[in-house]
């Protein structure tokens, strides 16, 4: 076919997006049961916010990068 062009190499991959990921995933889980319980919506930015607040301050910290299954 003229004009078709052939692509080379194949399809890309989407690169993943870096993102902080809980480097204590136990205590994660934990707190967001805790905030999951105390406030009527859970999905919020308030309730978010003291997720990460809460979890900081037990001593979870966070790193950037793809969440690891």
Do not use: C
């Amino acid at each position: 076919m003229p004009g078709h062009r052939k692509r080379k190499g194949g399809r890309r991959r989407k690169a993943a997006k870096k993102r902080p990921v809980p480097t204590n995933p136990t205590l994660y889980a934990r707190v967001k049961a805790e905030a999951k319980r105390k406030f009527k919506v859970y999905p919020s930015a308030y309730a978010n916010g003291w997720l990460v607040r809460t979890y900081k301050k037990r001593g979870g910290r966070f790193r950037m990068g793809v969440k690891r299954r």
